[in-house]
């Protein structure tokens, strides 16, 4: 599976850091996801065909088979489960130098860098 990072923060339950400072942005669409996932804790179409999505719920159910009442649970509560547990396992850090229009502009393009994260100034800003 293409998606390692959310099965093992939300099957595995392993806490996770994804570390991006802004020289690793090559493409704007990179904030475009990292925005999402801050806002909501996902990324829309990450999950876009069938057998991902089953291969998901499978290892859902596998991992949580001897959780009591978890047999009883639908599709839907099974994938808010993973949802749930990739929220509080998946930590972002995002390392971006506030020198330049780049700056500025991105987080105009992408309010949640600003309202969804805590900043932390290591000098004084400009």
Known sequence: MRNKLFLN??????QTVFLLNDTQIIMESFLEDINNVLNNGEIPNLYSAAEDINNVMEAMREENKNV??????????????????????????LAMSPI?????RRLRMFPSLVNCCAIDYFLPWP
């Open 9 to 14: 923060c939300g099957v595995e339950q392993k």
């Open 100 to 104: 330049g229009d780049d700056f500025k």
């Open 68 to 93: 009591p009442g978890y047999k009883n649970f639908g599709d839907n509560d099974i994938w808010q489960d993973f949802l749930t547990k990739c929220k509080s396992n998946v930590h972002i850090i």
